[in-house]
Nanobody, 114 residues
Framework: QVQLVESGGGLVQPGGSLRLSCAAS????????MSWYRQAPGKERERVAT????????TYVDSVKGRFTISRDNAKNTMYLQMNNLKPEDSAVYYC???????WGQGTQVAVSS
């Protein structure tokens, strides 16, 4: 059974940092490209970052370039999103996703506020 479990969200002040984790199981994680998405209230879900499987090539939405870093540990079947210099507009529920599928985790809430 494919399962994605996000964690690491919380409330942080502007300029702060958080590290999200996505624990994956039920499929060959090391051979699977993965993405982080986010969805703010009243907005569509948007892709934040993607990492490929073997080459670990990364891509980012323009609004997070230079602030967020996506990474993965294939030995731990876990993907990460390091988020630095957080802004209020980064507030959203963050989800991990298997690229090319409709497989999502339950999400983790990130709130950036003073």
């Amino acid at each position: 059974q494919v399962q994605l479990v996000e964690s690491g969200g919380g409330l942080v002040q502007p300029g702060g940092s958080l590290r999200l984790s996505c624990a994956a199981s039920g499929f060959t994680f090391s051979r699977t490209a993965m993405s982080w998405y986010r969805q703010a209230p009243g907005k569509e879900r948007e892709r934040v970052a993607t990492i490929t499987s073997v080459s670990r090539t990364t891509t980012y939405v323009d609004s997070v370039k230079g602030r967020f870093t996506i990474s993965r540990d294939n030995a731990k079947n876990t993907m990460y999103l390091q988020m630095n210099n957080l802004k209020p507009e980064d507030s959203a529920v963050y989800y991990c996703n298997i690229v090319g599928t409709a497989t999502w985790g339950q999400g983790t809430q990130v709130a950036v506020s003073s």
